[in-house]
């Protein structure tokens, strides 16, 4: 980190104190109205599957889940059905996961190695990077062009220990030019590519993505919908805000931080005493904890806009870097992710199902982001941004 960098951070974290003081927090200049047809659309759902996640990147996984050559990992994103494969050179390429022959699943297992990926239908197989091997009974199928009919393979990057996909084959990927260099570089120095994903899952919920990622944006509904975990912990409706065109990132104060209200906080690192989270346009919230990292992301469901897949990873520094022995590493990331999985579950996600359903009434009427709810402002105004020029483009 260079110390522009820490000195910032402190600098952010001493207004979210004065904030904390005053009892303010950043705010942005309108309150911004939007209507309940953006969650049950299928029109709408269609754009946002087209022009968001079928244009820009988005992060699939944490390099360390295909860690080794022939690593595999498939999953649903909003336009295809994909395989995520680590190949021999250690790059890693994403197909779409449908057999060439008659268009068999090629791979049902959502984690794996394969040396060759092999059709249950007929048994045609394929290569790893994506090239034709083998035609069952060949002499008797008639003459095809191997190169012609290999997997489709969609724009694939790792950058920042993620690795991003563009859904949609024959796009463009550019990771740090989608980041822009601010927030490319405030990547950069944290320690991402060095850490593992100790965890990762994914909950299939029938809430739209939007809504979902939203509450993981929001910092202002803490102390109503989990008065005895979070708000434990985190302040409510406290945050420094830094917009960064796309992207944004913004401190919220923990309780810990409450002695430096009246102690001189001169000499003290007071980034142990925050979260800091950061949101990455389209569909990703990384939060940087004192200690290890988290990313939540949520995808759109590819044909329903009441449903969605939210993943979270805890991304967490190696065994061998933790100074801790493996049992112990083992048991304090186990107890890290049983408390975020009790809050998700027992907390977020009936607030979240609940909301979805209310948006189904016939006469939901127009609802309101506040100023204070400053990132998701920005979310929503950088997802109609998205949304415009890509309807633009197709006239
Ligand atoms: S569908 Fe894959 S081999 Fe026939
Ligand atoms: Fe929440």
């Not at 002499?139 to 191997?146: A, L, W």
């Not at 991402?192 to 299939?204: K, M, N, P, T």
């Not at 806009?305 to 061998?320: A, D, H, T, Y």
Request: proline share 5%; glycine share 6%.
């Amino acid at each position: 980190m260079t110390t522009v960098e820490r000195r910032s951070r402190q600098d952010r974290i001493l207004r979210a104190l004065d904030h904390l003081r005053d009892g303010t927090t950043d705010e942005v200049d309108e309150v911004s109205p939007f209507g309940p047809e953006e969650y049950r659309d299928p029109e709408i759902a269609r754009q946002e599957r087209d022009h968001i996640f079928g244009t820009v990147p988005s992060i699939v996984a944490h390099s360390t889940e295909v860690a080794k050559p022939n690593d595999f990992l498939t999953l649903q994103m909003p336009r295809n059905k994909v395989i995520v494969v680590r190949q021999q050179d250690g790059s890693v390429k994403t197909f779409v996961n449908l057999c060439r022959h008659r268009g068999a699943l090629l791979e049902e297992e959502e984690r794996g190695q394969c040396r060759i990926l092999s059709c249950p239908y007929h048994r045609w197989s394929y290569n790893t990077d994506g090239s034709l091997r083998a035609i069952t009974k060949g002499q008797t199928f008639g003459e095809v062009d191997s190169v012609e009919r290999g997997l489709v393979e969609l724009p694939t990057e790792e950058r920042h220990g993620f690795i991003w996909v563009v859904d949609r084959a024959g796009a463009e990927i550019d990771v740090a030019s989608w980041l822009g260099e601010e927030m490319d570089e405030i990547l950069s120095e944290y320690p991402l590519a060095d850490y593992v994903a100790v965890r990762a899952e994914g909950f299939d919920e029938p809430v739209n993505w939007k809504l979902m990622q939203d509450a993981f944006l929001d910092g202002y509904h803490i102390q109503y919908a989990h008065p005895n975990t979070a708000a434990k912990h985190i302040h409510t409706n406290v945050m420094t805000f830094e917009d960064y065109g796309r992207h944004c990132r913004f401190i919220a104060p923990r309780k810990s931080i409450d002695r430096f209200l009246e102690e001189d906080s001169t000499g003290h690192d007071l980034s142990q005493y925050v979260t800091e989270t950061h949101f990455l346009l389209p569909n990703s919230t990384l939060l940087k904890q004192p200690d290890h990292f988290e990313l939540l992301t949520f995808r759109p469901h590819p044909t329903d806009p009441g449903q969605s897949r939210m993943e979270m990873r805890l991304i967490v520094p190696k065994v061998e870097d933790s100074h801790l022995d493996e049992a112990k590493w083992t048991k304090l990331w186990d107890k890290n992710w049983e408390i975020l999985l009790a809050v998700l579950h027992q907390e977020d996600f009936p607030l979240l199902r609940s909301s979805q359903s209310g948006m189904f009434s016939a006469d939901a009427a127009g609802m309101l982001l506040g100023r204070n709810e400053v990132a998701n402002q920005l979310f929503h105004r950088e997802k109609r941004r998205l949304i415009a020029e890509g309807e633009a483009a197709r006239g």
